[in-house]
C-alpha cells in the first residue's frame, strides 16, 4: 500500500526566495517517484502545475489568484520586515502581520486535515509547524517536522524574535520526529531548544545532478570575459546578516590588495543591501563588487559557470544547497566551517566566517594555482553525483516507516 | 631453511606550518610551527620518540644481547637524523648503541626521502652522497644496500643505484612484478647485470604492520608462536623472508596496549626455537644468495596503498602542479649554490607533503587520513605552493643581489 503524506510548505519553485523552496521541490519529486503519494500545501494559490504531486492551496477561493509579484513568499523576512514590504491594499485580504498569516495558514490546516486521507504529516520549516500542529490534532496522525533552517541560524544568535523561537519550539516538542538538514543543525536544535536528540534524524539535502545543462556548453559571454583575463569570485545568496556578506567584502579588500584583476559578484537581495553597498564604497572596492540582483534558473547557472570560486561565507548555515549548485556548474566552492553542507561535501575549501584572512587566502590560492581549481573541481563533481534527492528520500521513507511502526504499536 | 630479513624504515617528516599568502616575503621559517597540533614538529618527534623509539631500540638492543643469531637492519631518513640531532640526541646515541652491535646494518636512502629519482637523477645522486656522509659522521658505517623513499622502484632504479656501487636494493613483492613467483628469493632485475634485489613479503609484513590489532582479521589475535609458524611452514620453498616494515609500527601506528612490544620481544626467540630458521642483514643476503630468476619492471612500484604505484604522491593536478613547480627551481637554486636555500629547497622534496595533497582517500582507505596532519589535501598544497612562492623569491632576490655586487666589484674595477 503506497504511503501518503499531508505535506506543508510555505514556498516552492519558482516562487521559492531561497533554498527551502528547492529542498521541498527536490524532496517531494524524489520521494514521488518511489511511490510516496504527496499532497504538498501551500498558504496561498500561486501559479503551479505538477504532474506527480497533488498541490493545495490552503487559501483556495474561487476567484482569487496571486500575482507573483505581489507574492510576499519570505520564509526567511523577520516580522517587521514584512509588515514594511507589505505592498499597500492587501490588509484587507490578508490580515496584518506575518503571524497573522501563519495563524490562518494553521486554521485552513485544520480543513485539509479532513478532506484528505494521509498516514504522516511533513511539515517543512516554522511557518508551516502551525498548520502541521493541527492537522495531527484533527487526523490524530503522526507529525514529522523538517527543520531547514532555525531562528538561531537566521539571526546569528542576537535579537531573536521570541516569537518564532516559541513556535519553532513547540512544532519540535509536539513532533514524533525532527528531521535536521545537518549535523550543525541538530546540534542547534540540541542545545538551543532542547529537544531530545533521540528523535532527532540527519537527513542531507540533494540535487539532482542531470538536471543542470552540461558545462561544456558554455555561452560566448562567458568565454568573453576570461578572454580579458579577470577572475571572477561569486557570493549567492541573501544579503543578509546570516550569510556573512560583510565578511566577504573584508576578504574581497584583502585579495585585492594582491590581485586588482578580480571581481566579486554578489548575486541576491535582501535587508543588508545598502549597508553592503555602502560598505564596498567604504573600502574603496566599489569598482571591483557587481550587485547582481536576485537570479534563478538558467541566469543563475550563467553566473556560477562564469565564476572560478563560490564563497558561501555564512555565519550559521544549516546546509547550503547553493554549494551543491555551484559544484554541478563546475565551480568550486569554498564553505564557512559553519555549514552543513561540509559533512557531505568534503572536497571543498573551508574556514571560519570571521577568518577573512583565510579566507582572502584561499581564494588567492585558487586564482593563483590552476590545479587546485581543477582538483576541487573534478573531485567535488564527482561527489555530488552520489548526493541526490533519491539519497534523502531514501531515508525520510526509513523515517516515516520507523515513525508509522512505532505509531502502530501505541495505538 | 628460511632467513628472517627484517628491515625497519625509520622516517619523520618536516611538515609545513600553515603559510599564507601574507607570510610570502616576510617569513622564511617553513617548518617551525609552536602550536598544539600536528604541524608541530617537535611535538611529533617527541611524541613518537617517547611512544616508539626509545622503547623500541631498547627491545631490540635486549634481543641482540639475548640471541647471539639475531639481526637487523635499518633505514634511518636524513630527515628523520636531521630532527633527532636538534630534538632529540639521545636517540642518535640510542641508534648508535645498535649499530655497534656489529649486527645491525644501516641502508642508504636519499637524504629528503624524496621522490627525486623520478625527477631528477643528479639530485637524487646528490642526495645519496649527503646521506651517506651523515651516516659515516654519526655511525661510522658505509651503507652498502640501497632502498628507495617508499619502496618506489623499477628497472631503471637499479640499473642507476647498481651504478652508484651498490650491491643490493629493496623492493616491494608486488603481485604484478611476481606473478606466479615467490618474494621469498633473491632476484636479478631486468636492465640491470649483477645488482640483487630483495622484495618484501608484503603478506607476513603486513600481517603486523597493518593486520596486527584488528579485530575483524580471521588471524586475530596475532603471536609470536603464530607467526614463527608461518615462518617456519615456508621451510623448502624459499631462502629469505623479508619482513619489511615502518618502525613506528612498534608503538605509533599499533599503540602499546595492543601487545605489540610483547610480540616483537617475544618473535625471534620463536622463529629460532625452529633450528632452521635464522635471520640475516641485507648485505649478508646479497653475498651469499644466489638470484633465482629475474623481474622485469619497466612501472614505477612502491609499498604504498593497494595499487602500489605512484599514485598516493603523484595523481591528481595539484600534486603534478606541485612536483613540477618545485623541480623547476632546482637549476635555480644549485647554481646558486646558498647552503640554507638549498636546504630549504631539499626539505621541499621530501614525499610526504605529496602524500598530504592525496585526494584518493576520500574514498580510498583511512591510511591516508590518518598520516595527514592538514584538514584537507588542499591546506597542504596552498601551504606548500605558497612556500615554495616565497623561496623562489628568496632565491630570486639572492641571485639580484649577486649580479648587483658582481656589477659593483667591475665598475670599480674599472676605476681603478
Same mark, same amino acid.
Given at each position: 500500500?503506497?504511503?501518503?503524506?499531508?505535506?506543508?510548505?510555505?514556498?516552492?519553485?519558482?516562487?521559492?526566495?531561497?533554498?527551502?523552496?528547492?529542498?521541498?521541490?527536490?524532496?517531494?519529486?524524489?520521494?514521488?517517484?518511489?511511490?510516496?503519494?504527496?499532497?504538498? %500545501?501551500?498558504?496561498?494559490?500561486?501559479?503551479?502545475?505538477?504532474?506527480?504531486?497533488?498541490?493545495?492551496?490552503?487559501?483556495?477561493?474561487? /476567484?482569487?489568484?496571486?500575482?507573483?509579484?505581489?507574492?510576499?513568499?519570505?520564509?526567511?523576512?523577520?516580522?517587521?520586515?514584512?509588515?514594511?514590504?507589505?505592498?499597500?491594499?492587501?490588509?484587507?485580504?490578508?490580515?496584518?502581520?506575518?503571524?497573522?498569516?501563519?495563524?490562518? +495558514?494553521?486554521?485552513?490546516?485544520?480543513?485539509?486535515?479532513?478532506? +484528505?486521507?494521509?498516514?504522516?504529516?511533513?511539515?517543512?520549516?516554522?511557518?508551516?509547524?502551525?498548520?502541521?500542529?493541527?492537522?495531527?490534532?484533527?487526523?490524530?496522525?503522526?507529525?514529522?517536522?523538517?527543520?531547514?533552517?532555525?531562528?538561531?541560524?537566521?539571526?546569528?544568535?542576537?535579537?531573536?524574535?521570541?516569537?518564532?523561537?516559541?513556535?519553532?519550539?513547540?512544532?519540535?516538542?509536539?513532533?514524533?520526529?525532527?528531521?535536521?538538514?545537518?549535523?550543525?543543525?541538530?546540534?542547534?536544535?540540541?542545545?538551543?531548544?532542547?529537544?531530545?536528540?533521540?528523535?532527532?534524524?540527519?537527513?542531507?539535502?540533494?540535487?539532482?545532478? +542531470?538536471?543542470?545543462?552540461?558545462?561544456?556548453?558554455?555561452?560566448?559571454?562567458?568565454?568573453?570575459?576570461?578572454?580579458?583575463?579577470?577572475?571572477?569570485?561569486?557570493?549567492? /545568496?541573501?544579503?543578509? %546578516?546570516?550569510?556573512?556578506?560583510? +565578511?566577504?567584502?573584508?576578504?574581497?579588500?584583502?585579495?585585492?590588495?594582491?590581485? !586588482?584583476?578580480?571581481?566579486?559578484?554578489?548575486?541576491?537581495?535582501?535587508?543588508?543591501?545598502?549597508?553592503?553597498?555602502?560598505?564596498?564604497?567604504?573600502?574603496?572596492?566599489?569598482?571591483? %563588487?557587481?550587485?547582481?540582483?536576485?537570479? !534563478?534558473?538558467?541566469?543563475?547557472?550563467?553566473?556560477?559557470?562564469?565564476?572560478?570560486?563560490?564563497?558561501?561565507?555564512?555565519?550559521?548555515?544549516?546546509?547550503?544547497?547553493?554549494?551543491?549548485?555551484?559544484?554541478?556548474?563546475?565551480?568550486?566552492?569554498?564553505?564557512?566551517?559553519?555549514?552543513?553542507?561540509?559533512?557531505?561535501?568534503?572536497?571543498?575549501?573551508?574556514?571560519?566566517?570571521?577568518?577573512?584572512?583565510?579566507?582572502?587566502?584561499?581564494?588567492?590560492?585558487?586564482?593563483?594555482?590552476?590545479?587546485?581549481?581543477?582538483?576541487?573541481?573534478?573531485?567535488?563533481?564527482?561527489?555530488?553525483?552520489?548526493?541526490?534527492?533519491?539519497?534523502?528520500? !531514501?531515508?525520510?521513507?526509513?523515517?516515516?516507516?520507523?515513525?508509522?511502526?512505532?505509531?502502530?504499536?501505541?495505538? | 631453511?628460511?632467513?628472517?630479513?627484517?628491515?625497519?624504515?625509520? $622516517?619523520?617528516?618536516?611538515?609545513?606550518?600553515? #603559510?599564507?599568502?601574507?607570510?610570502?616575503?616576510?617569513?622564511?621559517?617553513?617548518?617551525?610551527?609552536?602550536?598544539?597540533?600536528?604541524?608541530?614538529? @617537535?611535538? *611529533?618527534?617527541?611524541?613518537?620518540?617517547?611512544?616508539?623509539?626509545?622503547?623500541?631500540?631498547?627491545?631490540?638492543?635486549?634481543?641482540?644481547?639475548?640471541?647471539?643469531?639475531?639481526?637487523?637492519?635499518?633505514?634511518?631518513?636524513?630527515?628523520?637524523?636531521?630532527?633527532?640531532?636538534?630534538?632529540?640526541?639521545?636517540?642518535?646515541?640510542?641508534?648508535?648503541?645498535?649499530?655497534?652491535?656489529?649486527?645491525?646494518?644501516?641502508?642508504?636512502?636519499?637524504?629528503?626521502?624524496?621522490?627525486?629519482?623520478?625527477?631528477?637523477?643528479?639530485?637524487?645522486?646528490?642526495?645519496?652522497?649527503?646521506? @651517506?656522509?651523515?651516516?659515516?659522521?654519526?655511525?661510522?658505517?658505509?651503507?652498502?644496500?640501497?632502498?628507495?623513499?617508499?619502496?618506489? =622502484?623499477?628497472?631503471?632504479?637499479?640499473?642507476?643505484?647498481?651504478?652508484?656501487?651498490?650491491?643490493?636494493?629493496?623492493?616491494?613483492?608486488?603481485?604484478?612484478?611476481?606473478?606466479?613467483?615467490?618474494?621469498?628469493?633473491?632476484?636479478?632485475?631486468?636492465?640491470?647485470?649483477?645488482?640483487?634485489?630483495?622484495?618484501?613479503? #608484503?603478506?607476513?609484513?603486513?600481517?603486523?604492520? =597493518?593486520? =596486527?590489532?584488528?579485530?575483524?582479521?580471521?588471524?586475530?589475535?596475532?603471536?609470536?608462536?603464530?607467526?614463527?609458524?608461518?615462518?617456519?611452514?615456508?621451510?623448502?620453498?624459499?631462502?629469505?623472508?623479508?619482513?619489511?616494515?615502518?618502525?613506528?609500527?612498534?608503538?605509533? $601506528?599499533?599503540?602499546?596496549?595492543?601487545?605489540?612490544?610483547?610480540?616483537?620481544?617475544?618473535?625471534? &626467540?620463536?622463529?629460532?626455537?625452529?633450528?632452521?630458521?635464522?635471520?640475516?642483514?641485507?648485505?649478508?643476503?646479497?653475498?651469499?644468495?644466489?638470484?633465482? &630468476?629475474?623481474?622485469? *619492471?619497466?612501472?614505477?612500484?612502491?609499498?604504498?596503498?593497494?595499487?602500489?604505484?605512484?599514485?598516493?604522491?603523484?595523481?591528481?593536478?595539484?600534486?603534478?602542479?606541485?612536483?613540477?613547480?618545485?623541480?623547476?627551481?632546482?637549476?635555480?637554486?644549485?647554481?646558486?649554490?646558498?647552503?640554507?636555500?638549498?636546504?630549504?629547497?631539499?626539505?621541499?622534496?621530501?614525499?610526504?607533503?605529496?602524500? #598530504?595533497?592525496?585526494?584518493?582517500?576520500?574514498?580510498?582507505?583511512?591510511?591516508?587520513?590518518? =598520516?595527514?596532519?592538514?584538514?584537507?589535501? #588542499?591546506?597542504?598544497?596552498?601551504?606548500?605552493?605558497? *612556500?615554495?612562492?616565497?623561496?623562489?623569491?628568496?632565491?630570486?632576490?639572492?641571485?639580484?643581489?649577486?649580479?648587483? $655586487? *658582481?656589477?659593483?666589484?667591475?665598475?670599480?674595477?674599472?676605476?681603478?
Amino acid at each position: 500500500m503506497k504511503t501518503k503524506v499531508l505535506m506543508f510548505g510555505w514556498e516552492f519553485p519558482p516562487y521559492n526566495s531561497g533554498g527551502l523552496g528547492t529542498a521541498c521541490f527536490g524532496l517531494t519529486k524524489a520521494l514521488s517517484s518511489k511511490n510516496i503519494d504527496i499532497v504538498f %500545501v501551500l498558504p496561498k494559490p500561486v501559479n503551479i502545475k505538477s504532474d506527480k504531486i497533488k498541490i493545495k492551496f490552503a487559501e483556495d477561493q474561487a /476567484g482569487m489568484t496571486i500575482n507573483p509579484q505581489d507574492y510576499l513568499l519570505a520564509p526567511y523576512k523577520s516580522p517587521d520586515q514584512y509588515q514594511n514590504d507589505k505592498l499597500p491594499g492587501r490588509e484587507s485580504v490578508y490580515g496584518n502581520s506575518l503571524f497573522d498569516e501563519i495563524g490562518r +495558514y494553521g486554521k485552513n490546516a485544520r480543513f485539509i486535515a479532513k478532506e +484528505y486521507e494521509f498516514d504522516i504529516i511533513h511539515a517543512h520549516d516554522w511557518m508551516s509547524f502551525p498548520a502541521g500542529i493541527e492537522a495531527k490534532k484533527v487526523s490524530g496522525k503522526p507529525l514529522i517536522v523538517h527543520v531547514h533552517s532555525t531562528e538561531i541560524d537566521r539571526t546569528g544568535g542576537n535579537n531573536i524574535n521570541s516569537e518564532i523561537f516559541r513556535i519553532e519550539k513547540t512544532g519540535m516538542e509536539t513532533a514524533d520526529a525532527v528531521i535536521a538538514v545537518s549535523n550543525l543543525t541538530k546540534k542547534i536544535i540540541v542545545d538551543n531548544y532542547h529537544i531530545n536528540p533521540g528523535k532527532i534524524h540527519v537527513v542531507h539535502n540533494g540535487i539532482d545532478v +542531470y538536471d543542470y545543462p552540461s558545462i561544456d556548453a558554455d555561452s560566448a559571454a562567458v568565454i568573453k570575459l576570461k578572454e580579458m583575463g579577470n577572475k571572477i569570485v561569486l557570493f549567492v /545568496g541573501r544579503i543578509t %546578516v546570516q550569510k556573512g556578506p560583510d +565578511y566577504f567584502l573584508k576578504a574581497a579588500k584583502k585579495v585585492l590588495q594582491y590581485n !586588482r584583476d578580480v571581481f566579486f559578484v554578489i548575486a541576491g537581495s535582501g535587508d543588508m543591501e545598502h549597508q553592503i553597498i555602502t560598505e564596498a564604497a567604504e573600502l574603496g572596492i566599489s569598482d571591483r %563588487v557587481l550587485f547582481a540582483g536576485f537570479l !534563478r534558473g538558467e541566469e543563475l547557472n550563467k553566473v556560477y559557470r562564469m565564476a572560478d570560486l563560490f564563497v558561501m561565507p555564512s555565519v550559521s548555515e544549516p546546509f547550503g544547497i547553493t554549494a551543491l549548485e555551484s559544484v554541478v556548474n563546475g565551480t568550486p566552492v569554498l564553505v564557512s566551517k559553519q555549514s552543513g553542507v561540509k559533512e557531505v561535501l568534503t572536497h571543498v575549501l573551508t574556514a571560519d566566517f570571521w577568518d577573512t584572512d583565510e579566507m582572502a587566502n584561499k581564494i588567492l590560492a585558487v586564482l593563483n594555482y590552476k590545479s587546485l581549481e581543477l582538483t576541487l573541481k573534478e573531485n567535488s563533481i564527482e561527489q555530488v553525483k552520489n548526493l541526490s534527492w533519491q539519497e534523502t528520500a !531514501r531515508k525520510c521513507i526509513d523515517i516515516y516507516r520507523q515513525i508509522l511502526d512505532s505509531y502502530f504499536l501505541r495505538v | 631453511m628460511p632467513k628472517v630479513c627484517c628491515y625497519f624504515q625509520v $622516517h619523520q617528516p618536516l611538515r609545513i606550518k600553515k #603559510y599564507r599568502i601574507f607570510n610570502i616575503g616576510v617569513d622564511g621559517d617553513y617548518f617551525d610551527d609552536s602550536s598544539e597540533s600536528d604541524l608541530n614538529n @617537535r611535538r *611529533v618527534f617527541e611524541k613518537v620518540a617517547g611512544k616508539c623509539y626509545f622503547p623500541a631500540n631498547a627491545i631490540i638492543l635486549e634481543l641482540l644481547k639475548q640471541y647471539p643469531q639475531f639481526k637487523a637492519s635499518f633505514s634511518l631518513s636524513g630527515v628523520f637524523l636531521g630532527q633527532a640531532e636538534k630534538f632529540s640526541p639521545q636517540l642518535i646515541e640510542s641508534f648508535k648503541a645498535l649499530v655497534d652491535t656489529g649486527r645491525v646494518e644501516l641502508l642508504s636512502e636519499t637524504s629528503h626521502h624524496s621522490l627525486s629519482f623520478i625527477y631528477s637523477p643528479a639530485e637524487f645522486r646528490r642526495q645519496i652522497q649527503l646521506h @651517506r656522509r651523515k651516516i659515516k659522521e654519526l655511525f661510522g658505517v658505509e651503507p652498502k644496500v640501497f632502498r628507495n623513499t617508499e619502496l618506489i =622502484f623499477n628497472n631503471n632504479l637499479a640499473n642507476e643505484v647498481e651504478g652508484l656501487g651498490f650491491g643490493g636494493i629493496l623492493a616491494e613483492g608486488a603481485d604484478h612484478i611476481l606473478g606466479w613467483r615467490s618474494p621469498n628469493f633473491v632476484y636479478k632485475t631486468k636492465g640491470a647485470k649483477n645488482i640483487k634485489t630483495l622484495l618484501k613479503n #608484503y603478506r607476513l609484513s603486513d600481517d603486523i604492520a =597493518f593486520r =596486527f590489532s584488528s579485530k575483524d582479521w580471521s588471524e586475530y589475535p596475532l603471536t609470536a608462536p603464530k607467526f614463527a609458524n608461518w615462518i617456519s611452514a615456508i621451510n623448502g620453498n624459499g631462502q629469505i623472508v623479508n619482513l619489511f616494515l615502518d618502525y613506528e609500527t612498534f608503538g605509533e $601506528h599499533q599503540w602499546e596496549d595492543t601487545g605489540i612490544f610483547e610480540f616483537l620481544k617475544s618473535l625471534p &626467540g620463536e622463529i629460532l626455537k625452529n633450528p632452521g630458521n635464522s635471520f640475516i642483514t641485507p648485505s649478508e643476503a646479497v653475498s651469499e644468495l644466489e638470484p633465482v &630468476g629475474e623481474i622485469d *619492471v619497466p612501472q614505477f612500484t612502491s609499498w604504498a596503498d593497494t595499487e602500489r604505484d605512484l599514485s598516493a604522491w603523484v595523481s591528481n593536478p595539484i600534486q603534478k602542479d606541485a612536483l613540477s613547480k618545485l623541480y623547476a627551481l632546482e637549476n635555480l637554486l644549485t647554481e646558486l649554490d646558498n647552503p640554507e636555500l638549498l636546504e630549504d629547497w631539499r626539505k621541499l622534496t621530501t614525499s610526504d607533503h605529496f602524500y #598530504y595533497m592525496c585526494t584518493k582517500w576520500f574514498s580510498d582507505g583511512d591510511v591516508h587520513k590518518y =598520516f595527514n596532519p592538514y584538514e584537507t589535501p #588542499y591546506e597542504a598544497f596552498i601551504s606548500f605552493m605558497n *612556500v615554495l612562492t616565497d623561496l623562489e623569491l628568496r632565491a630570486k632576490n639572492q641571485k639580484k643581489a649577486r649580479q648587483a $655586487h *658582481v656589477e659593483k666589484i667591475r665598475q670599480e674595477l674599472k676605476y681603478a
